[in-house]
């Protein structure tokens, strides 16, 4: 598996874009290059999840920002080709408050959205292909929602206090959680199926 997420990485163009040598002109100014965006803890979360947007554009990844429940979120919307279409969604929330509202610390949470519910009578049986993954694998956590039995995926980034988050990271979440489902969708199938007694 961990091949194939080798391989997404670079087909992105993930894999080595931070530590690729620098190299300038003789003719360049002598300032140093901007650095990669970094995110930071900020009190206006809108303006995270605009940034994380723009990142992954610039990736060539259609994400747009959406008003959900008053709350702003990045959503991308995948087709699964082998497996149902997906969605995932990127929101940063407090971590850790510092009274009257305001945030010392943030996460972001990146979501992969199924759309794969799971029947009652077979949710033993996925528990156990997801147990079992989530034990083997650091990669995001699938889990079924209790509510409405969907499968989804999460991974989380938590920014500390005075400490900053370079986006890339984000895009490695969103990367490495679509990978993880590719793997997991085949062996989660058979699963999901009525059992036949023989």
Known sequence: MMGR?????TTFGLLGCASAPHTKPSNASTAAPPPLEALGVAQDE????????????RRHLS?????????????????GHEKPDFRMLIDTQVSAGQGKGLARERVVIVRLLTRVRVPSARRDAVFEVLNRRNAEYW?????????????????????????TLRTGFVFDAVVRLVSVWG?????????????RDV
């Open 5 to 9: 997420v080798a391989l997404t990485l």
């Open 46 to 57: 809108h303006s995270l999840e605009e940034r994380i947007a723009a990142d992954l554009r």
């Open 63 to 79: 994400a747009e920002v959406r008003r959900q429940r008053g709350d702003a979120v990045v959503v991308l919307d995948w087709k």
């Open 139 to 163: 990669a995001g956590t699938f889990y079924v929602h209790p509510k409405d039995g969907e499968i989804e995926g999460r991974w989380a980034l938590n920014i500390p206090a005075g400490e």
């Open 183 to 195: 793997d997991l969708y085949p062996l989660l199938a058979p699963a999901m199926l009525p059992r």
